[in-house]
Each structure stands twice: as C-alpha cells, then as structure tokens.
C-alpha cells in the first residue's frame, strides 16, 4: 500500500507522474470534460485544525473524478472516542483513501500505519507535501521547466518550507532559505537531502535580500502556524525584517513570481502591494492544489 506522507515516499520519476496526469486533467477540464477515473472511490478527510483550500480542492477534485468524499467532524471522535489504531483499521474498511490534517506529525505516521487503504498527509507540523507539489507544478507551469530555477524562501523554517525544500532537492530546483536566527530548517534535513539527492543545491541565510538574488519565486507563509497562536506576538517582532515588500521583490529578477500557501496575514509576512501585485500568481497557486491532488489520487488509487 502506497502512502504520501512526505515527498521522501515518492521519486522524481514518481512525481513527474503525477505532474503529467495533473496536467492533462486540468486541460480536460479546461475543456469541460471531467474524466470518471476513480468511480465509485471513497475518501475520507480528518482535520484535527481548520482549512479551506485542502478540504475543497480534495472534495472537488474527487468529484471530478467521480468517486465520493466524506469529512469527518468532530463527532467521529478521531483520537478520542477509540485508539487511533480501531478508528483507522475500521475506517480503512470503508473508504478507499484516507487525507488527514493532524497537530502532530506522528498521528498521520501512526494512521498509514494501521490502514490497508492509502493515506495522504495534508498537513503536520512537520510536513506538507500535497502543498509542495502543487507549488512546484505551478512553478513548471509558470517557467515551463523546472530544472536550474532558484526558489527563495522568507520566513520561518516551518512544514512548508521543509517540504518544498525536498521538493526543489528532488526536482533540480536550487533551495534558497532566509529565517531569523532560532527559525532555520534543520541541518539534518540539509545532511539527508545531500545524500539522497546528490547535486541538490541548497543556501540558508538570515539576509533576505541575498536569498531573493537572482530567485526565480519569493516565497512566504505566515510568522506564526496553526497551533502557534501564543508564540503570535513574539514572532511578529522577530520575523519584522522577513516581510515580503515592494523593496524586497526588487531585489529579485523583475520576472520572478510571488508564492504564498495561503492563509496570509497581509500587512505581515506580506504587504498588500505584493500580494495584488502583477508578480503574484497566489490565486493560480491554490487553484493547482486541486489539479495537482486529482493527480495524487489517479497515481495512488488508480493503478490498484
Ligand atoms: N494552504 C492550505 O493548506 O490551506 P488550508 O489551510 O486552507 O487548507
Ligand atoms: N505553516 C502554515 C501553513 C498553512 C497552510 C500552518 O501550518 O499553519
């Protein structure tokens, strides 16, 4: 059983896949055609915290698709009413695919575990790999090709960063970070992307202007995640120099593009000049989460 919990459980090869199945859906439906690859398909979707783009561009995208969704509310009582392992073995009785949104990383560890469906991360603390792979088809979608783009990162060291880190290491896309000093990536994500993509290349700074240099995406995300509301203030004061402005943006080529995940905090991490900016491709960015996750599913569920 195949599984998407981070980017290391899928190869480049694997990925240009799911990039070109992504593609020609998007295409299709351009067209107005919605390809019934999964009939009948049952997903079902876990969110221990809120979420707007990965709830619907999952529900939407398997309706396409032609299979069915079903979010499961508190009242299921996912960790609570019975162990992790009787939910999930019961659960993956049922429904085909399994997308969970935990507050701990392990949770979504301890559900592949137990499944004998497959399971997607859509979002831990640790990870967000179903964002990466959207923002990186975006990016070949923008360029036209990925391989010696240069991807600047501002802000914190956080999920998203860590998988678009994998993501760019796996794709031949240059990993520029910059983070105030106690919000850096981890050097052992670093020592292990050196080894398992040899060729990779990667910089972290906590100058923002030398990661945006010659940076084909600037890319930010909110100072402080979901499950650090009490940290808020404290990162607002330590983030102040990360923000994504006019001022940066001209520091990097004229034809680089602005990314951000979404939810933003405008008039923090990113002011409303970049955010409305003709840089932005933001809206396209969260459109391609639902292209790129009917991907996921046709390569993960459609070969069974
Ligand atoms: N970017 C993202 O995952 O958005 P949601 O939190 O709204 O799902
Ligand atoms: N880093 C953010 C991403 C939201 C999509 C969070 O975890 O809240």
């Known amino acids: 059983m195949r599984h998407l919990i981070t980017l290391t459980d899928v190869t480049t090869t694997e990925i240009e896949t799911i990039f070109a199945i992504s593609q020609d859906l998007k295409t299709k439906l351009a067209e107005g055609v919605r390809e019934p690859l999964l009939p009948g398909r049952m997903m079902a979707l876990l969110f221990e915290k809120p979420s707007l783009r990965t709830r619907v561009s999952f529900e939407s995208g398997m309706t396409h698709l032609g299979g069915g969704s079903l979010v499961l509310g508190d009242d299921a009582g996912f960790g609570k009413r019975e162990s992790i392992a009787d939910f999930t073995r019961v659960l993956s009785e049922m429904v085909d695919v399994i997308v969970v949104r935990s507050k701990k990383h392990q949770t979504v560890v301890d559900v592949a575990q137990y499944a004998s469906c497959a399971v997607i991360n859509g979002l831990t603390d640790l990870a967000h790999p179903c964002q990466a792979l959207a923002d990186l088809y975006t990016l070949k979608e923008h ?21 678009l880190a994998r993501g760019c290491a796996k794709l031949g896309v240059e990993f520029a970070i910059a983070t105030p000093k106690g919000y850096e990536l981890d050097d052992e994500l670093f020592a292990e992307l050196k080894q398992t ?55 990097a080529p004229k034809d ?45 569920l459609g070969r069974a």
């Open 197 to 251: 993509c040899p060729g990779a290349k990667f910089s972290a700074t906590h100058d923002a202007k030398t990661a945006v240099k010659g940076a084909a995406a600037i890319y930010t995300d909110v100072w402080a995640s979901m499950g650090q509301e009490a940290e808020q203030n404290q990162r607002k004061a330590d983030f102040a120099a990360y923000q994504v402005n006019g001022d940066l943006m001209r520091a």
């Open 256 to 300: 680089a593009v602005f990314m951000h995940c979404l939810p933003a905090r405008r008039g923090e991490e990113v002011t409303d000049e970049v955010m409305d900016s003709h840089q932005s491709i933001v809206v396209p960015q969260a459109g391609n989460r639902m292209h790129v996750q009917k991907g996921i599913l046709v390569w993960l």
């Open 143 to 163: 360029f036209g090709e990925l391989k010696g783009l240069k991807f600047a990162w501002v802000g914190d060291g956080n999920n998203v960063a860590r998988s």
